[in-house]
């Protein structure tokens, strides 16, 4: 499957988490195993934003989709 594909299905699955606190993910795409998201509503500005994407977003895509090597708000 594609991995692209794969990334977008896990991001639905942690989506829900997010806007649990008014914030949101969007995937922009991924190259080589960089995932490039974009964060939204009260994500985008909150100063936890970095911890979210390195320990929420991306230890979850690393667990879940093979070949993710990091995540990258963009």
């Known amino acids: 499957m594609d991995q692209k594909i ?11 988490h997010l806007q649990a606190d008014g914030g949101d993910v969007q995937l922009v795409d ?8 974009k964060l939204k509503g009260t994500c985008a ?11 929420g977003v991306e ?3 690393k667990k879940k989709v093979p070949g ?7």
């Open 59 to 61: 230890n979850y895509l």
């Open 6 to 16: 794969e990334v977008s299905k896990a991001i639905e699955e942690i989506r829900p």
């Open 45 to 55: 500005g909150c100063p936890m934003s970095q911890m979210t994407v390195k320990w």
């Open 30 to 37: 991924v190259i080589d195993g960089v995932v490039k998201i």
């Open 68 to 74: 993710v090597k990091s995540v990258e708000a963009v």
